[in-house]
């Protein structure tokens, strides 16, 4: 409508002024071309597909001294793997509902429940597993130990099922020789069965921790998918992070 308005003020101005040498005619201005053209959304490339980000790794080089076990009785055969920017482990996920209670996650709903989680939000209330998408980490132990290799609270991860990648946050900690276990909201996203009483899946699920990477607040999901898709088309093939990848 604007550009119509000033097409029609323009062609009266010209009907009602008098006639001069073309040399002294003003210049038509040019018209500023549509935002979608000249200004294009930054930052939103393509996801890495989940099988690219498999393929990345594929390859494990263990930095666990010990290997982990999928649920109690289950025997101890995951390792938890390293790549210059990134550790990661493939495993089962349980369903973590503690923190913060609500409709689905509360002392009804979870013979667990714990109104507690290892990191707090911003406010210093729990973290909502129901709300929230985060992944939970063994507790520190002679296995391995988490806080080495630049993970901690509000850490990204990328967390990935049959063709589905899910960005998240480390958010609690768990028992010191199993691992395996993501909130209620983490799973619910990844077509997960959430319900913590017999829910989760019995394998095929990978989590990606980067090093030394951190959204604050904790609570900021859509921080954490952005930084998550960032450092996920930085990290480089077959197990190795490009010197892109660096982060402090």
Known sequence: MRVQSFTLAAASAALLAPTTPPAAQAQPQAQPRPRSYAQPVVGREIPVRATDLLARVRDCVPVSRGRYRSDYGAPAKIPVCGTPDAVFWKADMDIDCDGRPGPRCNRRTDPHFAAATAYAQSDGRPLSAERLPFVVVPAPSPIWDYRDHGVGGGSVVAVVYRDRVRYAVVGDT?????????????????????????????????????????????????????????????????GRASAAGRRG
């Open 174 to 238: 768990g028992p010191r020789n199993i691992i395996g276990e993501a909130s209620y909201a983490t799973a619910r996203a990844l077509g997960i069965r959430p319900d913590p009483h017999g829910g989760g899946t019995p394998s095929g699920v990978t989590y990606i921790v980067f090093k030394n990477s951190r959204v604050s607040p904790i609570e900021d999901d859509a921080a954490a998918v952005a930084t998550g898709e960032r450092l996920t088309r930085e990290l480089g093939p077959a």
